[in-house]
């Protein structure tokens, strides 16, 4: 069974930092771009960050850009999103995906609540 | 960036109804469109990708039609466990880019 955990997420103050894990299991782990997918409280789903499979390739939103930085330890089989200089705005369930585009594998983490307040 | 506009943004409907969505991006996507559902408190789940194929172990009252620019979404005969909120996502440039939802609920 594929499974995508994350875990890290908390209440953190504005200015602060946080990082979100991925621990993956059930599929070949190396061999698949993967990304970070947020949610702020009621509101739609929005395209974080993008990591290619061999991890020299990386994407991030321009809201996001220069403050959270993804990565991959392909040994370990989990994926990373290190986040700084944290602002409310940030607030969101972080989701841990394998968005699959034109390819049928596509799933999704249950996610992780960061949020951010004083 | 490429945006994508999902209408309506919300719907009422009634077990049994046929309902659309349709998602336009700004610019052609070619057929990289897929459609996700997403319950309350629930992480989203892929219906739709490629604009047109279902997802394995998708029920087929789901379907996904278009290119390019206008895409939908048919819900053949709307079940008790449609109720959600549905999101195009756009995989044909970075960023990706996903429309701002269809909330379908009870009429």
């Known amino acids: 069974e594929v499974q995508l955990v994350e875990s890290g997420g908390g209440l953190v103050q504005p200015g602060g930092s946080l990082r979100l894990s991925c621990a993956a299991s059930g599929f070949t782990f190396r061999k698949y771009n993967l990304h970070w997918v947020r949610q702020a409280p009621g509101k739609g789903l929005l395209f974080i960050s993008r990591i290619t499979a061999d991890g020299r390739e990386t994407k991030c939103a321009d809201s996001v850009e220069g403050r959270f930085t993804i990565s991959r330890d392909n040994a370990k089989s989990t994926l990373y999103l290190q986040m700084n200089s944290l602002g409310p705005e940030d607030t969101a369930m972080y989701y841990c995906?394998?968005?699959?585009?034109?390819?049928?594998?596509?799933?999704w983490g249950r996610g992780a609540l960061v949020t951010v307040s004083s | 960036d490429i945006q994508m506009t999902q209408s309506p943004s919300s719907l009422s409907a009634s077990v049994g109804d046929r309902v659309t969505i349709t998602c336009r991006a700004s610019q052609g996507i070619s057929s990289d469109l897929g459609w996700y559902q997403q319950k309350p408190g629930r992480a989203p789940q892929r219906l739709i990708y490629a604009a047109s194929s279902l997802q394995s172990g998708v029920p087929s009252r789901f379907s996904g039609s278009g290119s390019g620019t206008e895409f939908t979404l048919t819900i053949s005969s709307l079940q008790p466990e449609d109720f959600a909120t549905y999101y195009c996502?756009?995989?044909?440039?970075?960023?990706?880019?996903f429309g701002q939802g269809t909330k379908v609920d009870i009429k």
């Open positions: 996502l756009q995989h044909n440039s970075e960023p990706w880019t």
């Open positions: 995906v394998r968005l699959g585009g034109s390819d049928p594998f596509d799933h």
